[in-house]
């Protein structure tokens, strides 16, 4: 079973950063293609950012575009938040597939960290 963990999450200021960090349980990300989604509150959950398995190509949210970046490497996935601002504030999702392009409903998820964004 896949297993998705993340970290990171936390309180920040606006303007500041954050960066989110997700690991498949006993094994390698490599062999993943991954995305965040996040759910503000009284919000539907949202796309915010994914990664291609083999080729690493990205693709954002447009709100998130030149303040985010996704990466990922043989170990973990990643999200570097820059300039947060409070409307980032949401509980992120990892997420994860087995196929090279992250289905639009990914088959693995993680619990979910808080990110709390204040002005």
């Known amino acids: 079973q896949v297993q998705l963990v993340e970290s990171g999450g936390g309180l920040v200021q606006a303007g500041g950063s954050l960066r989110l960090s997700c690991r498949v349980s006993?094994?390698?990300?490599?062999?993943?293609?991954g995305g965040w989604f996040r759910q503000a509150p009284g919000k539907e959950r949202e796309f915010v950012a994914s990664?291609?398995?083999?080729?690493?190509l990205t693709l954002y949210k447009e709100a998130v575009k030149c303040r985010f970046n996704i990466s990922k490497d043989n170990d973990k996935m990643y999200l570097q938040m820059d300039n947060l601002k409070p409307e980032d504030t949401a509980v992120y999702y990892c997420t994860a597939d087995t196929l090279q392009v992250l289905n639009i409903k990914p088959n693995y998820w993680g619990q979910g960290t808080q990110v709390t964004v204040f002005s």
């Open positions: 006993g094994r390698t990300f490599s062999a993943y293609s």
């Open positions: 990664i291609t398995r083999r080729s690493g």
